[in-house]
C-alpha cells in the first residue's frame, strides 16, 4: 500500500505570495491531519479534515486554510506568506473508526521557505 | 488542555546501550490516546507504537518496550542494545477522543538521540 505523498517536496517563496501544498492520503484513509514544524514551535496541528468537512482546526491565523477532495486528497493554502511561516508542513492520514483513535502516517513533509 | 512534556532535549549513547526516553502528560480526559514516533534527517515521522487510556500493560517489541504508568502520567519509552540507525528525534504525543481532538495529536518538543559506533 502506498503511503502519504506530499507535493511539492520543496518551495521557494517571497513575502505576500501565497502557496498551496498538496496530500494524497493512504487509501481508504478519510482523515487528512496538516501540522506545521518549526524549531521554535514544534509541532502545531493545523487542521483536520474528514469526508470533506474540516472537523477541527488549531491556533492560526485565518491566513492558513485548507480542503478536502471526495478522494480524500487534501490541499493547504497559506496567503500573504510571512518570514515566520518557513517551515516544514506535514500531512497525516488516519483511518477513523468509530470509538476509536488509530495512528496517524506521515507524508515526507513539504519544506516551505519565505524570503 | 493537554500537554505532553519531553525534558530530555538530547540523549548520546555508544552502540549497544540501551536508551530510555521519558514522557510526561496531561490531559482532563479519561479516554485518551498516547503515540512515539520517530523523526530520522530525512523528515518524515515514523509511527511506532499506539498506548489507550485503558491498557496499562507493558509490552516489548523487538528492540522497543514502553513503560506506560497512569498514575505518575508517564510514557517513558526504550531502545534496547542502540543501532547507529536509532539516530533520529522522538515524539511522544497524545490525543484525547472529544470533538476538540479529532485529528490532532499533541506533541512534546521531541528527544534527539545520537548513537555512536
Known amino acids: 500500500k502506498a503511503g502519504v505523498t506530499q507535493t511539492p517536496r520543496y518551495l521557494i517563496k517571497t513575502r505576500g505570495q501565497q502557496v498551496t501544498l498538496s496530500c494524497s492520503p493512504i487509501?481508504?484513509?478519510?482523515?487528512v491531519s496538516w501540522y506545521q514544524q518549526t524549531p521554535g514551535q514544534g509541532l502545531q496541528f493545523l487542521f483536520e479534515?474528514?469526508?470533506?468537512?474540516?472537523?477541527n482546526k488549531g491556533n492560526f491565523p485565518g491566513r492558513f486554510s485548507g480542503r478536502q477532495f471526495s478522494n480524500s486528497r487534501s490541499e493547504m493554502n497559506v496567503s500573504t506568506l510571512e518570514l515566520g511561516d518557513s517551515a516544514l508542513y506535514l500531512c497525516a492520514s488516519s483511518f477513523m473508526t468509530s470509538g476509536q483513535y488509530n495512528e496517524q502516517f506521515f507524508g515526507p513533509g513539504t519544506r516551505l521557505t519565505v524570503l | 488542555a493537554q500537554k505532553v512534556t519531553q525534558a530530555q532535549t538530547e540523549i548520546s549513547v555508544v552502540e549497544k546501550e540501551d536508551v530510555t526516553l521519558d514522557c510526561v502528560y496531561e490531559?482532563?480526559?479519561?479516554?485518551?490516546?498516547l503515540f512515539w514516533y520517530k523523526q530520522p534527517p530525512s523528515g518524515e515521522l515514523v509511527f511506532l507504537i499506539r498506548?489507550?487510556?485503558?491498557?496499562?500493560q507493558n509490552e516489548i517489541s523487538g528492540r522497543y518496550s514502553w513503560n506506560f504508568q497512569k498514575s505518575t502520567s508517564s510514557f517513558n519509552f526504550t531502545i534496547t542494545a542502540s543501532q547507529v540507525v536509532d539516530s533520529a528525534v522522538y515524539f511522544c504525543?497524545?490525543?484525547?477522543?472529544?470533538?476538540?481532538?479529532?485529528?490532532?495529536?499533541?506533541f512534546g518538543a521531541g528527544t534527539q538521540v545520537v548513537v555512536t559506533p
Open positions: 487509501s481508504g484513509h478519510r482523515s
Open positions: 504525543a497524545l490525543s484525547g477522543v472529544t470533538t476538540d481532538s479529532w485529528g490532532k495529536l499533541q
Open positions: 498506548r489507550n487510556s485503558f491498557d496499562e
Open positions: 479534515y474528514f469526508s470533506e468537512t474540516q472537523r
Open positions: 490531559t482532563r480526559d479519561t479516554t485518551y490516546y
